[in-house]
């Protein structure tokens, strides 16, 4: 089975050799393996990097965003796999055997993603923690759907090719945020196909975030995203998962007691107990071994500063107009193997009807409210059903 490699680098001229050879060393034919590195508008040395090891490098000359380069990949692809990994996630040796198994033998499995863990410390811990206490990606492989989720990574997946032709591609209004292959995951759901998580696919991940700054740009791009996969998923009509701890999850009962509190200052302790309750519906955390308190009660604290950010992040998306495709043609580079050039154009369709604003409002505010009520109602009966 052909699995096209497409490997997404934005300034990653220090990892894409490493994440290339990973590819090479696979313990899967190499005749069957094709690697695509699509350079999102890289600065650095990125794509003379890439071309040292002899692979297609797809140059494009300013960043579009990692939707617009995934779906480049997916164009210049010719694999009947499609398996993305992002430049600075160096994979396991057996990722391709194991992925070539899984889809030979389960032929109504349209994907399969792996995991993966950050091997340095400080606040990475913070990710790592919430990683593995929420995100329902432990030791054991599992079918996923709307009714058994977890969050798809597309850092570490894959997809046959027919998923594209019958979902479409990754939706490029999704530039600059986080949640686009989360928001593709609910598209193919939707469509009753079936997805897997294989932990036997893994790799680390070398993304250092023990820098505030980039710490800070990580959440926002987190919190930012899931509202845009929030609002985006009503605009489509999409149906939800019951319930998730790890990144599908708003605190309404919170922000409810939160404008309370704000209000009549009776309200105040009410709104403690409440966050208290969100605490506890993370309780997993506690139980992870390897990792200090501190760095468990800083990963507490890191849940519940996102779940206030998306409060006050989600009104205003709920009034932001939504294109789910950006305008204009995509200028880029195709450098072959034997270092041959050629100039492209890609231009992707928009096909989102006109509809008058207030009405998009109006649809969005009654179904955010009847999906957060729905969810934290899920999330008391899932707190109470642990305590017996």
Not at 61 to 90: C, M, P, Q, T, Y
Not at 98 to 127: A, D, E, M, W
Not at 172 to 188: K, T
Not at 325 to 343: A, L, P, Q, T, V
């Amino acid at each position: 089975m052909k699995i096209s490699v497409v490997i997404i680098a934005r300034n990653e001229g220090k990892n894409i050799n490493k994440a290339i050879q990973l590819i090479y060393e696979q313990n899967y034919p190499k005749k069957e393996i094709e690697i695509i590195v699509v350079s999102d508008g890289s600065i650095d040395n990125t794509v003379k990097m890439a071309l040292q090891k002899s692979v297609k490098v797809i140059v494009l000359k300013k960043s579009f965003g990692i939707s617009v380069a995934r779906n480049i990949g997916v164009l210049e692809a010719i694999g009947e796999i499609i398996f993305f990994i992002d430049a600075h996630i160096f994979i396991n040796k057996n990722a391709f055997k194991v992925l070539n198994k899984c889809f030979n033998q389960c032929s109504n499995i349209y994907g399969i993603c792996g995991k993966y863990h950050t091997p340095f410390k400080g606040l990475n811990s913070i990710r790592n923690i919430r990683y593995k206490a929420l995100s329902g990606k432990d030791k054991t492989s599992r079918v996923i759907n709307l009714d058994n989720f977890a969050t798809f990574s597309s850092g570490i997946g894959a997809f046959r090719r027919s998923v594209f032709n019958k979902v479409g591609f990754f939706k490029e209004n999704f530039r600059g945020f986080a949640g686009e292959d989360i928001f593709f995951e609910l598209q193919i759901l939707n469509k009753d196909m079936l997805l897997y998580f294989e932990p036997r696919i893994n790799g680390l991940h070398y993304e250092n975030n023990n820098n505030l700054k980039v710490f800070y740009h990580r959440i926002y791009k987190e919190v930012r995203g899931f509202c845009k996969v929030i609002i985006s998923s009503i605009d489509c009509g999409l149906r939800m998962p019951k319930i998730d701890k790890y990144y599908l999850h708003f605190p309404f009962l919170l922000s409810i007691f939160l404008i309370l509190s704000w209000i009549r200052i009776e309200f105040i302790l009410i709104f403690c107990l409440i966050i208290i309750l969100e605490v506890v519906y993370i309780k997993n955390i506690w139980f992870l071994k390897d990792y200090h308190f501190k760095e468990k009660i800083f990963t507490v604290l890191y849940c519940l500063l996102i779940a206030f950010l998306k409060i006050l992040f989600i009104p205003f998306f709920i009034f932001q107009p939504i294109r789910l495709s950006i305008n204009g043609k995509i200028k880029m580079i195709i450098i072959d193997k034997k270092k041959k050039k050629i100039s492209k154009n890609y231009k992707f369709k928009d096909n989102q009807s006109a509809q008058s604003y207030i009405p998009i409002i109006t649809k969005r505010i009654y179904n955010v409210l009847k999906l957060f009520s729905k969810w934290e109602i899920m999330k008391i009966i899932t707190i109470i059903r642990s305590q017996n």
